[in-house]
């Protein structure tokens, strides 16, 4: 049986029990106090791609943070 445990933030996809993912804990100083959300992320690169969807995240963030601080 196959059971799906939440849905990929970076491609949307379903994230399925036996994969393994990456949850991030997400702080909105907006929500006064409240508790934090999490995004999930697939840990392991799908087939076909050569990154995970934590590893593109990543990179995305990073990129847009050098961005930030070279402009």
């Known amino acids: ?3 799906c445990l939440d ?3 970076y491609c949307r996809s379903s994230i399925f029990s ?3 993912w990456v949850r991030a804990k997400i702080y909105d ?3 006064n106090g ?3 959300s999490y995004h999930c ?3 392991e690169p799908l087939a076909g791609e050569e990154g ?3 590893e593109k995240h990543e990179m995305e963030r990073e990129i847009a943070r ?3 601080c070279s402009a």
Do not use: F, K, N
């Open 1 to 3: 049986m196959i059971v």
């Open 7 to 9: 849905e990929c933030d």
């Open 18 to 20: 036996g994969q393994r």
């Open 29 to 31: 100083p907006a929500l």
């Open 34 to 36: 409240r508790d934090p």
């Open 41 to 43: 992320y697939h840990a």
């Open 52 to 54: 995970s969807c934590w």
């Open 66 to 68: 050098m961005t930030v």
